[in-house]
């Protein structure tokens, strides 16, 4: 989906079927397989496996709490693989774009510049994260889980550094608040496709189509 309105609004819509029950979030998964890069994805993004590790000893917790473990895997997994696709599929300056389009020049620039320097912080993370890995490798020492904890308050700490720099930057230029900016969307009548398949799992997921046919009867 080139339009970000349309992608976003699709994205939201299977997160919240996902949620809500496993036949909901099976759909949802049949329909990332359907529409998007799939794998293609996944290998773009690193943080993919170790996020659905993560879910997955949550799981067995629940599990071993007395809960529903496998529903909360099937769920989670399905709302990450969207997020993942919503993430990979980005272009730069598009959120705000949709800010702006939202709220107007003021709170929605705004919003929107948040969102896309998050996004850049996401990508200067990843980066951080990978030329770590490479100097423990050149170093000798090895990458396990045990150095989870020093590699992430190194991350923390470039963040903010970082952040830091970026609203010195920004007070220099003299920025204060909002801005001028004529959002633009890219549209294709294919994006029709998958917003519609979307629509329809939706209606399915929360009106049962035995409803229907009682209806009919």
């Avoid at 774009?97 to 996004?119: C, D, K, Q, S």
């Avoid at 396990?144 to 720099?165: C, F, H, W």
């Avoid at 917003?195 to 409803?211: H, K, R």
Wanted: one cysteine or more; charged letters at 15%; hydrophobic letters at 55%.
């Amino acid at each position: 989906m080139q339009d970000v309105r349309m992608r976003i609004g699709t994205a939201t819509l299977l997160t919240i079927v996902a949620f809500f029950s496993v036949p909901g979030a099976m759909g949802v998964f049949v329909w990332w397989l359907v529409f998007t890069p799939r794998l293609q994805e996944i290998k773009r993004i690193r943080m993919v496996a170790g996020t659905i590790l993560i879910i997955a000893l949550a799981a067995f917790f629940i599990s071993a709490g007395g809960g529903d473990g496998p529903s909360y895997l099937i769920r989670m997994t399905a709302i990450v693989l969207i997020g993942v696709w919503l993430y990979s599929v980005r272009a730069t300056g598009e959120f705000l774009h949709l800010g702006v389009w939202l709220l107007g020049n003021r709170a929605g620039f705004e919003m929107g510049m948040i969102a896309e320097m998050a996004m850049q912080m996401a990508e200067s993370l990843a980066a951080d994260l990978d030329r770590i890995h490479m100097a423990m490798m050149i170093k000798g020492q090895p990458w396990g889980a045990k150095m989870l904890v020093p590699a992430g308050l190194i991350l923390v700490s470039d963040a903010l550094v970082r952040t830091q720099d970026t609203a010195d930057l920004m007070a220099v230029r003299g920025y204060y608040n909002g801005g001028s900016l004529c959002p633009k969307f890219k549209y294709r009548h294919y994006d029709l496709i998958p917003a519609i398949a979307a629509i329809i799992l939706g209606f399915s997921a929360f009106i049962p189509v035995s409803e229907f046919l009682i209806l009919y009867r």
